[in-house]
């Protein structure tokens, strides 16, 4: 489990801090996603959640370990793939994987078939021998990925990892995470592909100006401001718009009835209007997306 308590850092050349109180956790067998615009503070605050930068204020415990106070505790159960990742680029990929696995008191056979089932299990095998020097950018983040893997991690901290990524490669990592959720692991996940996030993330964090500004779970985005209500009768008529004003804001658009009502029970609405005679020849929830959400969120913290 990841805990983010109360964390704040201000850069010496900045007259803004980057992060402001911000406070979150991630639970074993959840991704949270985190999003934000450019400079919003996401990167930063996973830096510091990895150890590698200090907090001005604030702590980041995984487990129960504090980051700072105790480190080699909390660093044992963490795997962190940063935006851009940097590598040896004359190294080969088994090769540096290996040499890395010896940070974890890993070594001999036992640690180079562990580094061959993690290569093949981020979508590299057939690359083992290739100098990662030569990859891609999504192969480095695949690379990058298998890295943070080594130590059988509990909680991983994942900054833009599907960027760079083709379809292909966007898609067996949303597998992959998946599984590791599965497996209990707690994922904090950043990424500007919402459509990702929003299929992945069973809670998304909002950050602006390094504070978080809204925490949602993916059931109560279907439900927020925006989602709407879509009807279609076979035999409509004024009294049927009176009863959906009666609930919220309606209005007829072309062959549809559209309720503006987030929270309203579809099933109810249905019954209601089978109750009053009308035939009901579709009826469904049009969900504002998260893109959508988002840029609204921003706007209401300006």
Not at 44 to 58: E, F, K, N, W
Not at 96 to 111: K, N, T, V, W
């Amino acid at each position: 489990m990841l805990e983010i308590s109360g964390l704040s850092k201000q850069y010496p050349t900045q007259r803004e801090p980057a992060l402001r109180d911000l406070s979150l956790s991630v639970h074993d067998g959840e991704i949270v996603g985190f999003v934000g615009l450019n400079g919003a503070g996401k990167t930063t605050a996973i830096r510091v959640a990895a150890g590698v930068a200090l907090p001005s204020s604030g702590a980041v415990r995984l487990d129960g370990f504090d980051i700072v106070a105790e480190k080699i505790r909390a660093a044992s159960t963490l795997g962190w793939v940063p935006e851009f990742p940097n590598f040896e680029p004359q190294g080969r990929a088994l090769q540096l994987l290996e040499y890395f696995s010896g940070y974890h008191r890993m070594e001999g056979p036992q640690a180079r078939d562990w580094c061959r089932f993690l290569l093949a299990r981020v979508g590299l095998e057939g690359h083992e021998r290739e100098r990662v020097g030569t990859f891609s950018q999504g192969m480095k983040k695949r690379f990058a990925l298998a890295a943070a893997l080594l130590s059988k991690p509990k909680n991983l901290l994942l900054d833009e990892l599907l960027n760079g990524l083709d379809p292909q490669g966007i898609r067996f990592s949303r597998n992959l995470l998946l599984s590791l959720r599965h497996q209990g692991c707690a994922i904090l996940l950043s990424s500007h592909i919402l459509t990702e996030i929003e299929q992945l993330a069973d809670r998304i964090a909002f950050v602006h100006q390094g504070r978080l500004i809204r925490l949602i779970s993916r059931g109560e985005l279907e439900k927020a401001p925006g989602s709407r209500l879509r009807v279609k009768l076979s035999n409509p008529d004024s009294g049927a718009l009176d009863y959906l004003s009666s609930l919220g804001k309606a209005v007829s658009e072309g062959s549809s009835l559209v309720l503006d009502a987030p929270g309203v029970d579809p099933a109810e609405v249905n019954q209601a209007l089978v109750q009053r005679g009308y035939r009901v020849a579709d009826l469904h929830t049009e969900r504002e997306d998260l893109e959508a959400y988002f840029f609204r969120l921003i706007e209401e913290a300006r």
